[in-house]
């Protein structure tokens, strides 16, 4: 066993002690009990004086070095402790702070507490419960922090009208008229401003105290959430890492404090809902303006930590309401995000359909879509694998984007046979429109080539597309228009349980920004084999080209 160096425990101890209200107790300055009689403070008075004007220090067995910071008493000083003594009601308060001798169990115990030994002071108060022994075995444990004692021992003390009565008397005389209703909450008052009522509230069982203590505590708790909120509003406008660094400051300075308010107030109560609602719509709002304004791949999980966060405090409906449209936002942009690896391809993709839907209905524009994006999209194949769900989504999009341009540019070139049979002209119109015809399907059938390279969702290949290419190769056998180079379709076609959809931003707080992806609604392509539609197009064909060499050959 190792010898301990009592001194440096002590030393210790000692700098631990945080407490004003025992530390510069004007009692302790004087060198006096509370009930310490006149002419013991005009001696201590008079000896202070005589030493001080020497430059003496001066010390009195309830200085207790052991336990408190050593007083350096001054001129000054001293007089500020007998000034802080002259009205009855400060004589009170500073004595419910300090020691008070009334018996001679009292002499025992105090001689036990000057020679260090504070266990057994304690002990011999411990044996009596009356007035002296409870106020001194409140100021013991507030001295080594033995909060729950001190609460115990108060509750008892100031739960007995008769204690108090005797307390009073024994400070300032009976002649005074002094209402001591008012002693427990003024303990408590100063007991929260030294020590918080955070720390004082578990030991509490008296009701009226608990809720007393309750509204010292939620002022300041609402003051701090507050103070917060304000600074983290100052940081609007001032970009999205700002925005960030926030809402993550905001909740992390706020946690403790918002979970102390729910234990002191209802969830129900207004003023717990107003702070609670204000703190979460700020944090939900950082989040939504460093997401809206970020280029980095991880900004939804980012920011939807945060609105989980706003979403899991807010108490009002409104606010409710509000948290979760824009959480339901949120999951569906990040139910679409790319995989990290392909950030890069998949905002460069999207690009290109943006520019795309700002285009005419061409198939040219179609195509330019197809080589732009395939680079891209073999990257992503090459990283992920054919067999991804997100690899085959994004394929399919590109696809479906183009097909819808070539459905609508071919859909436009076959009109003229849809003219009124009883048009004279009607006749001569198809025959003059069929070369026109010919070079959409020819342009037509070399972007479905270029389409048939790219994987799709079995789903949308064995559906959609396959049914819009079969229109497309008929039309082009009636016409003429070689599809020799076909490529079968059955090429590579890979199952997945998703549907093609949109990736979307949302621009604010309640809207989406929906990037430029075109919707490929089905279009019926009119197939000219398959109607009821009788006409003969291929001798028309044949006829038309004989009309052209006999007008040529009757004009030369």
Known sequence: MNFVNKGSLLAVFVNEIR????????YRQLGVYTNSPTKERLANHNRMKAFLKVGKSVSFSLDLPQYLQPINRTDALVADAEAKLTLPKEQILHAQFWFI???????????????GEIDKAEEIWQKRECLSALQNRIVCALIRKKYDFAIMCAEVLYGNTQYLNQFVSTIIGTGGNFDVSSLAFSFLDI???????SKLLPFITNSSWKEHLGEKAVKPLINSIQEAINIAQKTKGRGSKARLNAGEALRRNTRNAILQLKGFLSTKDLRYQMIADKLGLEILQCGIDYFNDSEEPDAAHKAMSLQ?????????QMAKDRCKENFDILQRIIDNLPPSEVFVEDRAIHEELRKYCLLPDKICHAVTLLNNTKPHIQSIKRKLDVSNSYYLKISTQVVGNALSNIIAEVNEAQSIFSADK?????????ILGITHVKSVLEEAWKAIKIMDGFDMESEYKNGRYN??????KGLCDQLGVSTSAYTSSSSSSRTTQRSQTSTTRPYSSTSNRTSANRQTTSTNSSNSSNSSDDTPWGCIAVIAIAIIIFLISTCS
């Not at 001798?101 to 020679?115: G, I, R």
């Not at 007991?191 to 009522?197: F, H, M, N, S, V």
């Open 101 to 115: 001798k009334t018996t001679l169990l009292d002499e025992v115990a105090f001689n036990h507490l000057f020679a």
């Open 467 to 472: 049914e819009n290419r079969s229109i497309l």
């Open 422 to 430: 009883d048009d004279p002209n009607a006749t001569l119109a198809a």
């Open 19 to 26: 407490m004003n209200v025992l530390k510069n107790n004007p």
């Open 191 to 197: 007991l929260c401003d030294e020590i918080g009522a």
């Open 308 to 316: 989980k966060y706003a979403k899991s405090i807010v108490v009002g």
